[in-house]
Protein backbone atom coordinates (compact mmCIF):
# COMPACT_ATOMS: atom_id res chain seq x y z
CA UNK A 1 0.00 0.00 0.00
CA UNK A 2 1.35 3.54 -1.20
CA UNK A 3 1.60 6.42 1.33
CA UNK A 4 -1.10 8.10 -0.22
CA UNK A 5 -3.85 5.31 -0.18
CA UNK A 6 -2.49 4.79 3.50
CA UNK A 7 -3.17 8.09 4.41
CA UNK A 8 -7.02 7.81 2.58
CA UNK A 9 -7.38 4.63 4.99
CA UNK A 10 -6.27 6.45 7.81
CA UNK A 11 -8.31 9.82 7.71
CA UNK A 12 -11.16 8.05 9.65
CA UNK A 13 -8.64 7.98 12.86
CA UNK A 14 -7.40 11.64 14.39
CA UNK A 15 -4.91 9.36 15.77
CA UNK A 16 -3.26 5.88 14.71
CA UNK A 17 -0.22 4.27 15.63
CA UNK A 18 0.68 1.42 13.39
CA UNK A 19 3.20 -1.07 15.09
CA UNK A 20 5.06 1.73 16.53
CA UNK A 21 8.40 0.93 18.75
CA UNK A 22 11.46 2.95 20.02
CA UNK A 23 14.74 1.29 20.70
CA UNK A 24 18.22 2.37 21.91
CA UNK A 25 21.08 0.12 21.53
CA UNK A 26 19.53 -3.38 23.37
CA UNK A 27 17.05 -0.68 25.61
CA UNK A 28 13.18 -1.01 24.48
CA UNK A 29 12.10 2.59 25.47
CA UNK A 30 8.91 2.40 23.55
CA UNK A 31 7.31 -1.47 23.58
CA UNK A 32 5.27 -2.33 20.32
CA UNK A 33 1.81 -0.77 20.47
CA UNK A 34 -0.80 -0.33 17.75
CA UNK A 35 -3.32 2.25 18.48
CA UNK A 36 -6.19 3.92 16.93
CA UNK A 37 -8.45 6.74 18.44
CA UNK A 38 -11.29 8.59 16.39
CA UNK A 39 -12.58 11.80 16.64
CA UNK A 40 -14.63 12.94 19.17
CA UNK A 41 -12.78 9.82 21.60
CA UNK A 42 -11.06 9.86 24.65
CA UNK A 43 -8.49 6.97 25.25
CA UNK A 44 -6.56 7.23 28.46
CA UNK A 45 -3.34 4.34 28.45
CA UNK A 46 -2.18 3.50 32.12
CA UNK A 47 1.75 3.16 32.16
CA UNK A 48 4.40 4.49 34.24
CA UNK A 49 5.53 7.79 33.87
CA UNK A 50 8.71 7.40 31.79
CA UNK A 51 7.43 5.07 29.23
CA UNK A 52 4.18 7.46 29.12
CA UNK A 53 6.47 10.74 28.51
CA UNK A 54 8.47 8.45 25.67
CA UNK A 55 5.28 7.81 24.23
CA UNK A 56 3.73 11.07 24.34
CA UNK A 57 7.27 13.19 22.58
CA UNK A 58 6.68 10.61 19.81
CA UNK A 59 2.96 10.89 18.89
CA UNK A 60 3.78 14.60 18.65
CA UNK A 61 7.31 14.18 16.75
CA UNK A 62 10.00 15.54 19.28
CA UNK A 63 11.44 12.03 19.16
CA UNK A 64 11.79 9.70 16.53
CA UNK A 65 10.53 6.13 16.46
CA UNK A 66 12.71 2.87 15.33
CA UNK A 67 9.66 1.25 13.59
CA UNK A 68 6.20 1.86 12.38
CA UNK A 69 4.14 4.93 11.28
CA UNK A 70 2.01 8.10 13.26
CA UNK A 71 -0.63 9.01 11.48
CA UNK A 72 -2.35 12.32 12.67
CA UNK A 73 -5.90 13.10 10.72
CA UNK A 74 -4.51 11.39 7.80
CA UNK A 75 -1.38 12.87 7.81
CA UNK A 76 2.31 10.87 8.53
CA UNK A 77 4.67 12.24 10.87
CA UNK A 78 7.85 12.54 9.33
CA UNK A 79 10.57 14.77 10.91
CA UNK A 80 10.31 17.44 8.62
CA UNK A 81 6.56 17.36 9.40
CA UNK A 82 4.75 20.77 8.22
CA UNK A 83 3.02 23.66 9.95
CA UNK A 84 -0.10 22.22 9.40
CA UNK A 85 0.79 19.42 11.46
CA UNK A 86 1.77 21.46 14.34
CA UNK A 87 -1.78 23.34 13.91
CA UNK A 88 -3.72 20.10 14.59
CA UNK A 89 -2.35 19.10 17.88
CA UNK A 90 -2.26 20.75 21.34
CA UNK A 91 0.22 19.73 23.90
CA UNK A 92 0.28 19.18 27.26
CA UNK A 93 3.47 17.86 29.58
CA UNK A 94 4.23 17.83 33.00
CA UNK A 95 7.52 19.55 32.40
CA UNK A 96 5.74 22.72 30.74
CA UNK A 97 7.45 26.23 31.31
CA UNK A 98 5.69 29.39 31.52
CA UNK A 99 6.74 32.78 31.19
CA UNK A 100 6.49 33.69 34.99
CA UNK A 101 6.61 37.78 33.93
CA UNK A 102 3.99 37.89 32.30
CA UNK A 103 -0.16 37.88 33.33
CA UNK A 104 -2.21 35.15 32.72
CA UNK A 105 -4.00 36.99 29.61
CA UNK A 106 -1.42 38.03 28.21
CA UNK A 107 0.34 34.56 28.15
CA UNK A 108 -2.13 33.67 26.36
CA UNK A 109 -2.46 36.10 24.46
CA UNK A 110 1.31 35.82 23.36
CA UNK A 111 0.32 31.90 22.13
CA UNK A 112 -2.49 32.93 20.20
CA UNK A 113 -0.22 35.35 18.52
CA UNK A 114 2.33 32.59 17.44
CA UNK A 115 -0.66 30.67 16.02
CA UNK A 116 -2.09 33.41 14.19
CA UNK A 117 -5.63 32.80 16.08
CA UNK A 118 -8.07 34.85 17.60
CA UNK A 119 -9.69 31.96 20.42
CA UNK A 120 -12.57 33.35 22.36
CA UNK A 121 -10.29 34.08 25.62
CA UNK A 122 -13.17 34.31 27.67
CA UNK A 123 -14.87 30.90 27.02
CA UNK A 124 -11.30 29.60 27.55
CA UNK A 125 -10.99 31.14 30.75
CA UNK A 126 -13.84 30.28 32.03
CA UNK A 127 -13.46 26.66 30.96
CA UNK A 128 -10.48 25.96 33.29
CA UNK A 129 -11.33 28.34 35.73
CA UNK A 130 -8.93 31.06 35.82
CA UNK A 131 -11.52 34.21 34.65
CA UNK A 132 -10.76 35.21 38.68
CA UNK A 133 -6.74 34.49 37.43
CA UNK A 134 -6.46 36.28 34.31
CA UNK A 135 -5.03 39.55 35.63
CA UNK A 136 -2.24 37.65 37.98
CA UNK A 137 1.08 37.01 37.26
CA UNK A 138 1.87 33.74 36.17
CA UNK A 139 4.56 33.63 39.03
CA UNK A 140 1.63 34.00 41.27
CA UNK A 141 -0.13 30.95 40.17
CA UNK A 142 -0.01 27.71 42.30
CA UNK A 143 1.01 24.29 40.93
CA UNK A 144 -2.92 23.30 40.14
CA UNK A 145 -3.40 26.75 38.16
CA UNK A 146 -0.38 26.34 36.14
CA UNK A 147 -1.55 22.83 35.02
CA UNK A 148 -4.68 24.45 33.98
CA UNK A 149 -2.82 27.33 32.58
CA UNK A 150 -0.71 24.68 30.08
CA UNK A 151 -4.01 23.07 29.44
CA UNK A 152 -5.58 26.40 28.24
CA UNK A 153 -2.54 26.98 26.49
CA UNK A 154 -2.82 23.75 24.40
CA UNK A 155 -6.14 24.77 23.36
CA UNK A 156 -5.50 28.31 22.45
CA UNK A 157 -5.37 27.53 18.57
CA UNK A 158 -8.61 25.21 19.03
CA UNK A 159 -6.41 22.12 17.62
CA UNK A 160 -8.93 18.98 16.72
CA UNK A 161 -6.25 16.20 18.87
CA UNK A 162 -5.26 16.57 22.11
CA UNK A 163 -2.19 15.37 23.97
CA UNK A 164 -1.58 15.68 27.83
CA UNK A 165 0.79 13.58 30.29
CA UNK A 166 -1.05 13.25 33.40
CA UNK A 167 -3.07 16.22 34.06
CA UNK A 168 -4.47 14.89 37.47
CA UNK A 169 -0.87 14.59 39.05
CA UNK A 170 -0.55 16.91 42.15
CA UNK A 171 -3.42 18.99 41.85
CA UNK A 172 -6.26 20.13 43.77
CA UNK A 173 -9.88 18.86 43.80
CA UNK A 174 -10.84 21.68 42.48
CA UNK A 175 -8.15 21.45 39.07
CA UNK A 176 -9.61 17.83 38.83
CA UNK A 177 -12.93 18.47 38.68
CA UNK A 178 -12.20 21.19 35.90
CA UNK A 179 -9.97 18.49 34.15
CA UNK A 180 -13.31 15.78 34.75
CA UNK A 181 -16.12 18.33 33.08
CA UNK A 182 -13.34 20.18 29.87
CA UNK A 183 -12.89 16.04 29.03
CA UNK A 184 -16.49 15.18 27.89
CA UNK A 185 -17.22 18.89 26.34
CA UNK A 186 -13.94 18.67 24.03
CA UNK A 187 -14.73 15.14 23.28
CA UNK A 188 -18.68 16.80 22.45
CA UNK A 189 -16.49 19.07 20.23
CA UNK A 190 -15.41 16.23 17.98
CA UNK A 191 -11.73 16.34 19.43
CA UNK A 192 -9.72 13.11 19.66
CA UNK A 193 -7.90 12.94 23.09
CA UNK A 194 -5.14 11.04 23.91
CA UNK A 195 -3.93 11.06 28.06
CA UNK A 196 -0.86 9.22 29.85
CA UNK A 197 -1.47 8.39 33.51
CA UNK A 198 0.14 6.66 36.37
CA UNK A 199 -3.30 6.09 38.28
CA UNK A 200 -5.13 3.12 36.97
CA UNK A 201 -8.59 4.62 39.14
CA UNK A 202 -7.84 8.41 37.17
CA UNK A 203 -8.37 6.80 33.51
CA UNK A 204 -11.06 4.44 34.93
CA UNK A 205 -13.18 7.76 35.83
CA UNK A 206 -12.24 9.50 33.07
CA UNK A 207 -12.90 7.28 30.11
CA UNK A 208 -14.38 3.09 29.38
CA UNK A 209 -11.48 3.28 26.92
CA UNK A 210 -8.41 2.48 28.81
CA UNK A 211 -5.53 0.66 28.27
CA UNK A 212 -2.44 -0.94 30.07
CA UNK A 213 0.52 -0.31 28.65
CA UNK A 214 3.73 -2.08 29.85
CA UNK A 215 6.87 -3.71 28.72
CA UNK A 216 4.69 -6.85 29.24
CA UNK A 217 2.52 -5.50 26.52
CA UNK A 218 0.00 -3.11 25.39
CA UNK A 219 -3.92 -4.34 26.00
CA UNK A 220 -7.59 -2.66 26.23
CA UNK A 221 -8.77 -2.66 29.69
CA UNK A 222 -12.56 -4.17 30.14
CA UNK A 223 -14.69 -1.37 31.81
CA UNK A 224 -18.00 -1.90 30.43
CA UNK A 225 -20.72 -0.89 32.93
CA UNK A 226 -22.30 -4.13 34.33
CA UNK A 227 -26.01 -5.30 33.79
CA UNK A 228 -27.32 -4.34 37.35
CA UNK A 229 -30.38 -6.37 38.34
CA UNK A 230 -33.75 -4.39 40.00
CA UNK A 231 -32.89 -3.39 43.44
CA UNK A 232 -33.59 -5.70 45.91
CA UNK A 233 -33.51 -8.46 43.69
CA UNK A 234 -30.26 -9.65 45.52
CA UNK A 235 -29.38 -11.17 49.47
CA UNK A 236 -27.52 -8.25 51.46
CA UNK A 237 -30.13 -5.18 49.67
CA UNK A 238 -30.54 -2.79 52.04
CA UNK A 239 -33.73 -1.89 51.17
CA UNK A 240 -35.51 -5.11 50.73
CA UNK A 241 -33.73 -6.24 54.22
CA UNK A 242 -35.87 -3.43 56.23
CA UNK A 243 -39.12 -4.61 54.23
CA UNK A 244 -38.67 -8.44 54.61
CA UNK A 245 -37.88 -7.92 58.24
CA UNK A 246 -40.66 -5.53 58.62
CA UNK A 247 -43.29 -8.48 56.97
CA UNK A 248 -41.51 -11.22 58.69
CA UNK A 249 -41.99 -9.46 62.36
CA UNK A 250 -45.59 -8.67 61.73
CA UNK A 251 -46.09 -12.42 60.49
CA UNK A 252 -44.51 -13.70 63.60
CA UNK A 253 -47.19 -11.64 65.48
CA UNK A 254 -50.12 -12.78 63.01
CA UNK A 255 -48.77 -16.46 64.02
CA UNK A 256 -48.59 -15.51 67.40
CA UNK A 257 -52.41 -14.25 67.44
CA UNK A 258 -53.83 -17.06 65.49
CA UNK A 259 -52.69 -19.45 67.80
CA UNK A 260 -54.40 -17.74 71.31
CA UNK A 261 -57.15 -15.52 71.23
CA UNK A 262 -56.37 -14.70 75.02
CA UNK A 263 -53.10 -13.44 74.11
CA UNK A 264 -50.72 -11.74 77.25
CA UNK A 265 -51.17 -7.56 77.02
CA UNK A 266 -48.02 -6.42 76.17
CA UNK A 267 -47.81 -4.35 79.27
CA UNK A 268 -48.58 -7.84 81.50
CA UNK A 269 -45.00 -9.61 80.04
CA UNK A 270 -41.53 -8.50 80.52
CA UNK A 271 -39.95 -9.44 76.63
CA UNK A 272 -36.86 -8.72 74.83
CA UNK A 273 -36.36 -8.27 71.66
CA UNK A 274 -33.69 -10.44 69.48
CA UNK A 275 -30.81 -8.00 67.38
CA UNK A 276 -30.44 -10.45 64.55
CA UNK A 277 -34.27 -11.18 64.09
CA UNK A 278 -36.21 -8.81 65.50
CA UNK A 279 -38.31 -11.49 67.35
CA UNK A 280 -39.98 -11.09 70.57
CA UNK A 281 -38.71 -13.59 73.61
CA UNK A 282 -40.29 -13.16 76.93
CA UNK A 283 -37.32 -13.36 80.06
CA UNK A 284 -39.76 -14.99 82.13
CA UNK A 285 -42.63 -17.63 81.82
CA UNK A 286 -46.05 -16.87 82.64
CA UNK A 287 -47.45 -18.00 86.17
CA UNK A 288 -51.07 -18.96 85.13
CA UNK A 289 -51.98 -22.04 82.83
CA UNK A 290 -53.78 -19.69 80.11
CA UNK A 291 -50.74 -17.37 80.00
CA UNK A 292 -48.67 -19.99 79.74
CA UNK A 293 -50.62 -21.87 76.68
CA UNK A 294 -50.44 -18.65 75.82
CA UNK A 295 -46.89 -17.33 75.86
CA UNK A 296 -45.65 -21.14 74.75
CA UNK A 297 -47.49 -20.56 71.02
CA UNK A 298 -46.42 -17.52 70.81
CA UNK A 299 -42.84 -18.60 71.71
CA UNK A 300 -42.70 -21.65 69.54
CA UNK A 301 -43.65 -19.44 66.58
CA UNK A 302 -41.03 -16.48 67.61
CA UNK A 303 -38.39 -19.15 67.78
CA UNK A 304 -39.20 -21.21 64.72
CA UNK A 305 -39.00 -18.49 62.80
CA UNK A 306 -36.01 -16.66 63.75
CA UNK A 307 -34.18 -20.05 63.39
CA UNK A 308 -35.39 -21.20 60.18
CA UNK A 309 -34.07 -17.66 58.82
CA UNK A 310 -30.38 -18.08 60.15
CA UNK A 311 -30.62 -21.89 58.19
CA UNK A 312 -32.62 -23.60 55.88
CA UNK A 313 -30.18 -26.56 56.34
CA UNK A 314 -32.20 -29.68 58.00
CA UNK A 315 -29.91 -29.39 61.10
CA UNK A 316 -31.17 -25.95 61.60
CA UNK A 317 -34.74 -27.02 61.36
CA UNK A 318 -34.01 -29.87 64.23
CA UNK A 319 -32.28 -26.95 66.10
CA UNK A 320 -35.35 -24.71 66.00
CA UNK A 321 -37.74 -27.84 67.10
CA UNK A 322 -36.21 -28.60 69.94
CA UNK A 323 -35.82 -24.85 71.30
CA UNK A 324 -39.83 -24.86 70.61
CA UNK A 325 -40.35 -27.00 73.18
CA UNK A 326 -42.80 -26.36 76.51
CA UNK A 327 -40.54 -24.33 78.92
CA UNK A 328 -41.22 -25.07 82.18
CA UNK A 329 -43.17 -22.34 84.61
CA UNK A 330 -41.05 -19.65 86.31
CA UNK A 331 -37.78 -21.00 84.09
CA UNK A 332 -35.64 -18.46 82.81
CA UNK A 333 -35.73 -18.28 78.83
CA UNK A 334 -32.55 -17.07 77.08
CA UNK A 335 -32.52 -14.59 74.26
CA UNK A 336 -32.07 -16.02 70.81
CA UNK A 337 -27.93 -15.28 70.33
CA UNK A 338 -26.36 -15.42 66.51
CA UNK A 339 -23.11 -17.47 66.57
CA UNK A 340 -20.30 -15.58 66.11
CA UNK A 341 -18.57 -15.67 62.68
CA UNK A 342 -14.92 -15.18 62.24
CA UNK A 343 -13.93 -14.40 58.37
CA UNK A 344 -10.31 -13.66 57.56
CA UNK A 345 -9.14 -12.71 53.96
CA UNK A 346 -5.87 -14.77 53.12
CA UNK A 347 -2.94 -12.85 51.33
CA UNK A 348 0.25 -14.65 50.41
CA UNK A 349 3.49 -12.68 50.70
CA UNK A 350 6.67 -14.79 49.58
CA UNK A 351 6.09 -17.84 51.75
CA UNK A 352 3.74 -16.39 54.37
CA UNK A 353 0.43 -16.20 54.58
CA UNK A 354 -1.08 -13.41 56.14
CA UNK A 355 -4.81 -13.26 57.54
CA UNK A 356 -6.62 -9.91 57.75
CA UNK A 357 -9.39 -9.07 59.23
CA UNK A 358 -12.26 -7.61 57.01
CA UNK A 359 -12.23 -4.26 59.06
CA UNK A 360 -8.67 -3.47 58.09
CA UNK A 361 -9.17 -4.05 54.32
CA UNK A 362 -9.77 -0.35 52.42
CA UNK A 363 -10.70 -1.33 49.04
CA UNK A 364 -10.01 -4.26 46.85
CA UNK A 365 -8.48 -3.99 43.34
CA UNK A 366 -8.78 -5.91 40.70
CA UNK A 367 -6.01 -5.53 38.29
CA UNK A 368 -5.16 -8.20 35.46
CA UNK A 369 -6.79 -10.75 37.26
CA UNK A 370 -5.41 -10.45 40.79
CA UNK A 371 -7.41 -8.95 43.46
CA UNK A 372 -4.99 -6.71 45.70
CA UNK A 373 -5.85 -5.81 48.87
CA UNK A 374 -4.99 -2.09 50.06
CA UNK A 375 -4.96 -1.92 53.52
CA UNK A 376 -2.82 0.98 55.91
CA UNK A 377 0.16 -1.36 55.80
CA UNK A 378 0.27 -1.42 52.10
CA UNK A 379 -0.84 -3.22 48.99
CA UNK A 380 -1.15 -7.52 49.52
CA UNK A 381 -2.33 -9.64 46.53
CA UNK A 382 -5.26 -12.49 47.30
CA UNK A 383 -5.26 -15.74 46.08
CA UNK A 384 -9.45 -15.00 45.77
CA UNK A 385 -11.40 -13.57 43.25
CA UNK A 386 -13.27 -10.76 43.21
CA UNK A 387 -16.56 -12.23 43.00
CA UNK A 388 -15.56 -14.55 45.91
CA UNK A 389 -14.21 -11.74 48.35
CA UNK A 390 -17.29 -10.08 46.77
CA UNK A 391 -19.77 -12.88 48.57
CA UNK A 392 -17.61 -13.05 51.05
CA UNK A 393 -17.56 -9.86 52.56
CA UNK A 394 -20.90 -8.96 51.77
CA UNK A 395 -22.01 -8.97 55.05
CA UNK A 396 -19.26 -6.68 56.31
CA UNK A 397 -20.18 -3.24 54.23
CA UNK A 398 -18.27 -3.89 51.43
CA UNK A 399 -19.82 -2.94 47.63
CA UNK A 400 -18.90 -3.75 44.13
CA UNK A 401 -18.97 0.04 43.28
CA UNK A 402 -17.15 -0.77 40.54
CA UNK A 403 -16.69 -4.14 37.92
CA UNK A 404 -12.69 -3.87 38.75
CA UNK A 405 -13.31 -2.44 42.74
CA UNK A 406 -14.93 -3.50 46.06
CA UNK A 407 -14.83 -1.16 48.71
CA UNK A 408 -15.58 -1.23 52.33
CA UNK A 409 -18.41 1.30 52.44
CA UNK A 410 -17.11 2.36 56.51
CA UNK A 411 -13.64 3.91 55.27
CA UNK A 412 -16.55 6.32 52.53
CA UNK A 413 -16.39 9.65 53.42
CA UNK A 414 -17.15 11.52 49.93
CA UNK A 415 -18.90 10.84 47.30
CA UNK A 416 -18.01 13.19 44.76
CA UNK A 417 -19.92 13.75 41.26
CA UNK A 418 -17.21 14.72 38.57
CA UNK A 419 -19.91 15.03 35.58
CA UNK A 420 -23.12 13.47 34.82
CA UNK A 421 -21.54 10.13 34.48
CA UNK A 422 -18.23 9.96 36.43
CA UNK A 423 -18.36 9.70 39.75
CA UNK A 424 -15.86 8.97 42.41
CA UNK A 425 -15.86 7.35 45.69
CA UNK A 426 -12.64 9.77 48.30
CA UNK A 427 -12.11 6.99 51.37
CA UNK A 428 -11.02 8.38 55.03
CA UNK A 429 -7.65 6.27 55.12
CA UNK A 430 -4.08 8.05 55.13
CA UNK A 431 -3.98 9.05 51.87
CA UNK A 432 -7.27 9.27 50.74
CA UNK A 433 -8.05 6.97 48.41
CA UNK A 434 -9.90 7.99 45.36
CA UNK A 435 -12.41 4.78 43.94
CA UNK A 436 -14.31 5.03 40.52
CA UNK A 437 -17.69 4.36 41.19
CA UNK A 438 -19.66 3.23 38.05
CA UNK A 439 -23.01 5.28 36.64
CA UNK A 440 -24.76 2.28 37.27
CA UNK A 441 -24.53 1.73 40.50
CA UNK A 442 -24.63 5.29 41.62
CA UNK A 443 -28.23 5.55 42.30
CA UNK A 444 -28.35 2.08 43.70
CA UNK A 445 -25.53 3.37 46.46
CA UNK A 446 -27.48 6.17 47.23
CA UNK A 447 -30.29 3.83 48.31
CA UNK A 448 -28.39 1.43 50.45
CA UNK A 449 -26.35 4.64 52.47
CA UNK A 450 -29.89 6.66 52.27
CA UNK A 451 -29.60 9.39 50.63
Known amino acids: ?193 VITTLVLEQAISITNDVYLYSHAGFKKLETAEEELEPLGDKDGDQESFHSIEAEEQERRYTAADSRNENRVPAEAATETVSQETGARVPLTAPKTATETESNEAALKSAQLSALSDQSHSSESVDEARAAAQPVPMGAQVPAFVQPVRFEKIPAKVGDKLILFDPTEIDYIESHEGVANLHVLQGVYACSMSLSDLEERLKGFGFYRCHRSYLVNLQKVREVITWTRNSYSLILDDHSKSSIPLSKGKYDELKKIIGI
Not at 157 to 176: A, G, K, Y
Open 1 to 193: MNQQSRGIQNQMNAVQLRHVQKTSGSTVLIPHINLEVSAGQCVVIQCNHELGHQLLLAMIGQTPISEGSIWIQGEALTPDHTRSFREKIGIQLLSDAAYERLKVREFLHFYARLYETKPDMELLLQRLGLTEKQNSRVSQLTPSELRRLSIARALIHNPQVLFMEDPEQNVDLETSYIIRNLIPALMEEGKAI
